[in-house]
């Protein structure tokens, strides 16, 4: 147990309450999974917490006083502490009509969502697990606490998190459980946009997402309708064993679990249901998707927009998207253009390879080498950088200014000129010097 909660719990008991460390700390210390923070309920109401925690000389803030959640820092080190709660009855499906507190530790645990997050752990009183908590651990399930079809009508929020839990913990969802998610998905339109963004990040950079993806794939679709085409599009070509939905799943799953890759992944080939197409060829029949990526960007960018992205991914994630499949061959010349045309960010390029690598394992054995590849490619930008060669206008010995200075019209010809001047660069052809530059720039204006 992390000494601030120890500490939390001995504040607490000091002024006549009782503590219960629950939630996901106690779920994941007892999987041997990374804590990151730890939650503790109360008897205590929130004003007499502040004022004990106050007293103790650490600070607070009131993070939820209508919920009864208020969080106590010391040394940085947070700490949510919530009051015993019952929540009532729910009429809208998203919020208790009612928070009303509950008397006992118990009582509390009734609410909460997965009997595996239902647990409450003391270093001296134990665990109380009123549900099969720990049953569900070792047999690694997500199971509703209460009767399903009500606990998703109180909060349809519930049905993510059961997806986000499948992909982040490798449970399976249970049977009576899974049903329920599928009878009560239509309720999910109830939710903010920001918390079905936020449960779906989660879920998309769990450690099981593939499997999650395949179980979970009809629940999603209710807010993620683009999912369902995918799942029924077979490829019929050489370089794939999986239908869309498949390979987008293993895709997903080899990338990084950073959000920008895992998005990136998850959109890269969803326009091919749109863009398939069957030919005859040499008496076998064959598939092509020609341009999907750009009907994935635009779907992407939908989606991206429907739901509350953050806007740096509103930004980079479609541009992945697009140039996913474009051929870099591995040489310095043609990584540098690359790294031109995607704003000169290495990082950027870096995400590009990531996708580029998944995609290759995702498809048939034989195209695995292409994984190698995108790590040479990796490689030889690294090599660019630490060379320190040009790879964006930015970096010429010369300006737009400079171009203008030749009797070149302010426009879009400046920047053309431009675009020349970088490829004469990094194809040797000249020096990134000034004078040699503004030669080179005036035998094209
Ligand atoms: P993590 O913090 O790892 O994302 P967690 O289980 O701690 O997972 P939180 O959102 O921090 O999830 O919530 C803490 C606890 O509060 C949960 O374990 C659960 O017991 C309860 N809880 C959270 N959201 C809900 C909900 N929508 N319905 C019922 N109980 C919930
Ligand atoms: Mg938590």
Redesign the pocket.
Known sequence: LPAVAREALSILEGTDGEGWC????V??ALLGREI??V?VATNLPWTVVRSAFQEAGWKTVETGAAHGTITVIRDGEPLEITTYRCDGTYSDGRHPDLVTPAATIEEDLL????TV??LAYHPERGLIDPFGGIADLEAGIIRCVGDPLT?FS??A??IL?ACR?AS?LGFSLDGATFDAMMASKHLLRKVSGERVYRELE?FICGDYVRDALMTCVDVLAFVLPELVAMKDCPQVTKYHIYDVLEHTAWAVQHTPPTPITRWAALFHDMGKPAAAFFEVRDGEEVEHFYGHPWISEQLACGIMHRLPFPAWLRRDVPVLVRVHDDVIPANGRAVRRALGRLGGRPEMFEALCDLKRADALAQAPFCAPRAELAEELRRLMREVLAADEAFSVKQLALDGRDIMALGVPAGPEVGRILDACLDGVIDGEVPNEPEALRAFARSLA
């Open positions: 629950v939630g996901g700390f779920r994941d990151h923070d939650d609410r909460r969502d997965f997050n239902a606990r109180e909060d929020l519930r998190r839990f982040q989660r």
